[in-house]
């Protein structure tokens, strides 16, 4: 298994800045993945952060707007750049230890922008 | 592309009933399928993962079941309570599009009020 730490926990911001999300784990994974959970949807994945790589990012996000950061096996960072209130969202961490075990979650960052 | 889809959307039921949730998905080229928790504004827990070669997982008063030929899964909850109110979440994993990696696609989950 494996823990997770997410931070901010929430958030409210102004329109047009950024925001540094935090993700720490208890143990070292090579895959860790960031998702985004609209209000009333499900979950969408932004992208995928391997260390020592480039983020692998899913179609309609991209790194201008959502760079990712792995510097060490058990550390990322994602940053919304530029927010609008579209952005207003939760923003959920995740790693899985290999596709045939449980995906572990943050417990999510609530953005609020304004 | 995989497609999840739960139903139903949203449940209300008396507390002590007992319940289905049901998840479907489009492609059956899966490696597993997880059911997770969410309460609101919060991140996801963990209930059951199904691995493609399972049939059920049972934890306490939860039991899933996998039938991976006809795209379907059920998740029974016995002798609801209060507390288990929340949305709950099914999840694939199975190659992205690139077909290198993989990755959960989930479904918009259902939401589940036990009344006392």
């Known amino acids: 298994s494996a823990v997770i730490s997410q931070k901010p926990s929430r958030d409210i911001c102004q329109r047009g800045t950024s925001l540094t999300i935090q993700c720490q784990v208890d143990s070292q994974v090579t895959m860790m993945f960031w998702y985004r959970q609209q209000p009333g949807q499900s979950l969408t994945l932004i992208a995928t952060?391997?260390?020592?790589?480039?983020?692998?990012?899913e179609s309609g996000f991209v790194i201008d707007k959502f760079p990712i950061s792995r510097p060490n096996l058990t550390f990322s960072t994602l940053t919304v750049s530029n927010m609008s209130p579209e952005d207003s969202s939760i923003y959920l961490c995740?790693?899985?230890?290999?596709?045939?075990?449980?995906?572990?979650f943050g417990q999510g960052t609530r953005l609020t922008v304004v | 592309k995989q497609e999840v889809t739960q139903i139903p959307a949203a449940l209300s039921v008396p507390e002590g009933e007992n319940l289905v949730l049901n998840c479907s998905f489009t492609?059956?080229?899966?490696?597993?399928l997880q059911w997770f928790r969410q309460d609101p504004g919060k991140g996801l827990t963990s209930l059951l993962l199904i691995q493609s070669s399972q049939r059920e997982q049972t934890s306490g008063r939860l039991n899933a079941s996998l039938d991976k030929s006809s795209g379907r899964s059920t998740l029974y909850i016995a002798a609801s309570q209060p507390g288990d109110s929340a949305t709950y979440l099914c999840a694939v994993i199975g190659k992205d599009s690139g077909g290198s990696n993989y990755k959960l696609t989930f479904g918009k989950g259902t939401l589940l009020t036990v009344n006392p």
């Open positions: 492609d059956s080229a899966i490696y597993n």
């Open positions: 995740s790693v899985e230890i290999s596709a045939k075990t449980e995906a572990f």
């Open positions: 952060a391997n260390q020592g790589s480039e983020a692998t990012y």
